[in-house]
């Protein structure tokens, strides 16, 4: 034992530090696959980073190729989750439902499904009437389309952590919470050990799962993990009378506020275009103003219901808004899975398996080799479109 109190591994295979959904697939796909000795680490509880702050929407429609691959393989497994894991992760598959209020976004989110299409998520646009009668709640002016897909839908994080979490120990894994990760040991472009709060676990390979808190990781063996933590609110409304709970998770895409149902309720969100960067985990009441604008648009309906709870939650932001995926040049085994920009939940199962055959040599079911955490030293960069 620790002076954490926690049981710690004089050594391991590889050490993942980061305890939300990336870190435990990853530790599970690892321990499944018959890599012995994987130890995870997490200065909290499991999922009590990011993770636990998810809206928990879970879908395959993205304007990138790698990313609408990720969504889709992770969608498969949540649909199998609950047989797989023996765990109620509560998914339902209502479909996302975008809301297209000018001519560009039609344009982009036509090429966008044709795209998806191609690579078999059954997206389509939708004439307005028809987003109206999905998702009764909301005000058709100045629409010009939508877009739906009735495979995408909404899930609990905790639950996919705890069952993901449950199957890592049946196989073998430690996972060690309330124990933080202070330093890693280098020696010249190898690593040697990671140093924690309880102690020192020697070992030759690092897994870097820790969303907005990666940067730090980075630098430890010197490598720039361009990830910038962006505060994001969630508010849940009091019981709504009627409530359809077929609703699909409704997206208003110019103004970014969306909706879907929790509960007798629904949670509800948009971004702030007035947020600054940092480690802000407190509410702040200052961008109420231009939600309440978006929701007298959009859902004039919502404008009198009661709220009743809610929390602040940070995105993982990278200059392109996709992920950072791949293993360092600086360093040898410091691998990475970060900067998701808010979808790091939804992808979570697949980057699980990216992650176990980038540890074990393997071809990944899809290329990752454009998400390497250098990339933004070329002349061209591909953003995401699709972000919520």
């Not at 980073?49 to 304007?63: D, H, M, N």
């Not at 598959?93 to 499904?113: H, I, K, M, W």
């Not at 990781?217 to 409530?243: A, N």
């Amino acid at each position: 034992m620790t002076r954490t109190g926690r049981e710690l591994p004089s050594k391991a295979s590889v050490v993942i530090i980061g305890g939300g959904v990336m870190g435990v697939s990853t530790a599970y796909n690892l321990a499944a696959a018959g890599v012995c000795d994987v130890a995870l680490l997490e200065k909290e509880a499991l999922g009590a980073g990011s993770t636990s702050k998810a809206a928990g929407g879970v879908r395959a429609q993205f304007s990138d190729r790698i990313n609408i691959a990720l969504g889709l393989r992770s969608l498969e497994m949540f649909r199998h989750f609950r047989e797989r894991f023996e765990q109620e992760i509560d998914l339902h598959q209502v479909g996302y439902l975008f809301l297209l209020d000018s001519p560009e976004s039609v344009a982009t989110f036509e090429r966008n499904v044709a795209l998806q299409n191609g690579l078999g998520v059954p997206s389509r646009m939708i004439p307005v009437d028809e987003a109206k009668r999905m998702s009764p709640l909301i005000s058709t002016e100045g629409l010009l389309g939508a877009v739906y897909a009735p495979t995408d839908g909404h899930c609990t994080p905790e639950s996919v952590v705890l069952g993901y979490a449950s199957a890592a120990r049946r196989n073998g894994a430690k996972l060690i919470t309330s124990c933080a990760a202070i330093g890693i040991e280098t020696d010249g472009d190898r690593i040697v050990a990671v140093n924690t709060e309880g102690g020192r676990i020697e070992t030759d390979t690092v897994i870097c799962t820790t969303g907005a808190w990666s940067r730090q990781i980075g630098e430890w063996v010197g490598v720039d993990l361009p990830v910038s933590p962006l505060r994001r609110q969630i508010l849940i409304t009091e019981p709504i009378p009627g409530l359809d709970a077929a609703t699909p998770f409704t997206i208003d895409f110019g103004t970014s506020l969306y909706f879907h149902c929790e509960g007798r309720g629904l949670l509800l969100g948009m971004s702030d275009p007035d947020e600054t960067p940092g480690f802000k985990l407190t509410r702040s009441d200052s961008w109420l103003p231009g939600l309440g604008k978006a929701i007298a648009r959009r859902t004039p309906a919502l404008s009198d219901v009661g709220i009743a709870s809610g929390w602040a939650g940070l995105y993982e932001m990278t200059p392109d808004h996709n992920a950072l995926i791949g293993e360092a040049a600086e360093v040898r085994r410091f691998l990475y899975a970060t900067g998701f920009s808010g979808h790091g939940f939804l992808m979570g199962p697949a980057v699980g398996e990216v992650m176990r055959d980038l540890y074990l040599g393997r071809q990944p079911f899809v290329d990752v080799s454009g998400l390497h955490a250098g990339r933004f030293a070329d002349a061209e960069i591909r953003p995401e479109l699709n972000i919520v």
